[in-house]
T-cell receptor
Framework: NAGVTQTPKFRILKIGQSMTLQCTQDMNHNYMYWYRQDPGMGLKLIYYSVGAGITDKGEVPNGYNVSRSTTEDFPLRLELAAPSQTSVYFC????????????FGDGTRLSIL | KNEVEQSPQNLTAQEGEFITINCSYSVGISALHWLQQHPGGGIVSLFMLSSGKKKHGRLIATINIQEKHSSLHITASHPRDSAVYICAVADGNKLVFGAGTILRVKS
């Protein structure tokens, strides 16, 4: 029972490079979320999705893009990496049924140099 | 937008002590979550509550809807409880998170 799987776990990028952070869940959850976590700060929502084909911006969407072509997958794309995007990124999912807890992946630690 | 404040930011306790972490929020909510994050690790949900009190092992979570306040208690604390404890409140389909409380339990 994998839950929410994020890849890669660690990555170093150069300024201006692009990359995609992968997130997949096997719980058939409708809702999926991308957060970033900076030291001493609470988790900030980047983008979220309430189902396949539907995405919406969160609190800090600038510099990121997402897509949701399937229920299982919710990749996060960085087009032109900047040092300000150095952070730990978490993907999460939850069921549509009522008010349910979110299930988190193990995170991706990303450094932009 | 709901503002979520946690206190204290840092907490050091001796093994066996009773620990309380507080969370207050500014706007009425449908549910409040307590989460745990171990150093270098992922985030797990401990409790989700909308009223009253919940207990799981040595952990107890309470919420006072009128006062917009929740507490997380740990009884008989142990070094393995050392982690960041995060409060989050439901805002429609999203969560708004507090900055977290860093707990260190010394043996």
């Amino acid at each position: 029972n994998a839950g929410v799987t994020q890849t890669p776990k660690f990555r170093i990028l150069k300024i201006g490079q692009s990359m995609t952070l992968q997130c997949t869940q096997d719980m058939n959850h409708n809702y999926m979320y991308w957060y970033r976590q900076d030291p001493g700060m609470g988790l900030k929502l980047i983008y979220y999705s309430v189902g396949a084909g539907i995405t919406d911006k969160g609190e800090v969407p600038n510099g990121y893009n997402v897509s949701r072509s399937t229920t299982e997958d919710f990749p996060l794309r960085l087009e032109l990496a900047a040092p300000s995007q150095t952070s730990v990124y978490f993907c999460a999912s939850r069921s549509y049924a009522g008010t349910q807890p979110q299930h988190f992946g193990d995170g991706t630690r990303l450094s932009i140099l | 937008k709901n503002e979520v404040e946690q206190s204290p930011q840092n907490l050091t306790a001796q093994e066996g002590e009773f620990i309380t972490i507080n969370c207050s929020y500014s706007v009425g909510i449908s549910a409040l979550h307590w989460l745990q994050q171990h150093p270098g690790g992922g985030i797990v949900s401990l409790f989700m509550l909308s009223s009253g009190k919940k207990k799981h092992g040595r952990l107890i979570a309470t919420i006072n809807i009128q006062e917009k306040h929740s507490s997380l208690h740990i009884t008989a604390s142990h070094p393995r409880d050392s982690a960041v404890y995060i409060c989050a409140v439901a805002d429609g389909n999203k969560l708004v998170f507090g900055a977290g409380t860093i707990l260190r339990v010394k043996s």
